[in-house]
Nanobody, 126 residues
Framework: QVQVVESGGGLVQPGGSLRLSCAAS????????MGWFRQAPGKEREFVAT????????IYASSVKGRFTISRDSPRNIVYLQMNNLNPDDTAVYYC???????????????????WGQGTQVTVSS
């Protein structure tokens, strides 16, 4: 079955960096785009970044563009989210997501994604 497991979250000071990892299994990873979303307390889950099947195309939420970078290591079935210059507004649970079909493109819509990890907490605080 499809499974994604996030790791790499933690507590970081404003201006700091973290790299999240998402290990995927149970599907042909190289045929699927992948997405990162986040959910802060009391807020709806929101799009962060997505990368297409080949890694050649990605899109970002305006709030993270220029600070976050999504990448993938297809031979290892891992997708990464490098987060730099973090600020307290980035505090949230971060989720890795897999589309419901092997579409391969990029989408910021939550409804595109059918499989989700358990999330990893990122807290930005001094």
């Amino acid at each position: 079955q499809v499974q994604v497991v996030e790791s790499g979250g933690g507590l970081v000071q404003p201006g700091g960096s973290l790299r999240l990892s998402c290990a995927a299994s149970g599907f042909i990873f190289s045929r699927y785009s992948m997405g990162w979303f986040r959910q802060a307390p009391g807020k709806e889950r929101e799009f962060v970044a997505t990368i297409n099947w080949s890694g050649a195309s990605s899109i970002y939420a305006s709030s993270v563009k220029g600070r976050f970078t999504i990448s993938r290591d297809s031979p290892r079935n891992i997708v990464y989210l490098q987060m730099n210059n973090l600020n307290p507004d980035d505090t949230a649970v971060y989720y890795c997501a897999v589309p419901g079909t092997a579409w391969g493109g990029t989408s910021a819509s939550t409804s595109t994604y059918a499989f989700w990890g358990q999330g990893t907490q990122v807290t930005v605080s001094s």
